[in-house]
């Protein structure tokens, strides 16, 4: 098995100032990564993995730990299919998985993600008052698949970084938008999910 480090060239005497990520190339499974997860959704996005793990892990040499979560589930799920946007799923996921380390697991994390949706929507939009609606963790669950079903591909992509309330030039800078558009889009579809669901937002 090797490891795969970012920048490519990476050594200690040409680079002393920066922190490499590296990535095996080899899954757990045994299975061999698909390079263009890496050179397409990591390598452009180093600074905000960097940021990720300082911010969520107080480490930013955990960068490497995220970074390699992500590109060994996306390899695994999609292979070499990387679509058009490959460093908006690699942060999504770095991201979901820095939670769930700071959280203490997945399953710590799926309650602090509840907790996280409600405050969000009553600070972004209150005349939403949906947090009567968001208290089981199952609800926001039904929201999710309802996106999955009417093809709100984008509005689940904001999910993650809604539930971390990223900053708005985080958001520009990954969706190309201003940040009130995107808001915007992201409170339009997450209520006809909600409806979809059946669930009401008065």
């Excluded at 690699?90 to 820095?98: G, I």
Aim: proline share 4%.
């Amino acid at each position: 098995m090797g490891v795969i480090t970012v920048p490519f060239d990476y050594t200690e005497l040409t680079h002393p100032r920066i922190i490499p990520i590296c990535i095996a190339d080899i899954d757990v499974r045994g299975a061999p990564v698909c390079r263009g997860w890496i050179e397409h959704g990591v390598v452009p996005v180093v600074d905000p993995l960097l940021k990720i793990a300082e911010r969520l892990l107080a480490d930013k040499y955990r960068a490497s730990e995220i970074a390699e979560y992500a590109v060994h589930s996306l390899s695994r799920t999609h292979g070499n299919d990387i679509g058009d946007r490959p460093t908006v799923k690699v942060l999504n996921r770095a991201r979901l998985y820095a939670v769930d380390l700071r959280a203490g697991g997945r399953r710590s994390r799926r309650k602090l993600d509840v907790e996280l949706f409600v405050e969000t929507l009553e600070s972004l939009q209150d005349q939403y008052d949906s947090a009567a609606h968001l208290e089981a963790k199952d609800t926001l669950d039904r929201i999710i698949k309802q996106l999955e079903v009417l093809g709100l591909d984008r509005v689940k992509e904001l999910l993650p970084w809604m539930l971390q309330n990223a900053e708005g030039h985080e958001l520009t800078r990954e969706f190309g938008q201003k940040r009130n558009t995107i808001t915007t889009r992201f409170y339009r579809g997450m209520r006809k999910a909600a409806d979809a669901a059946g669930i009401t937002w008065e």
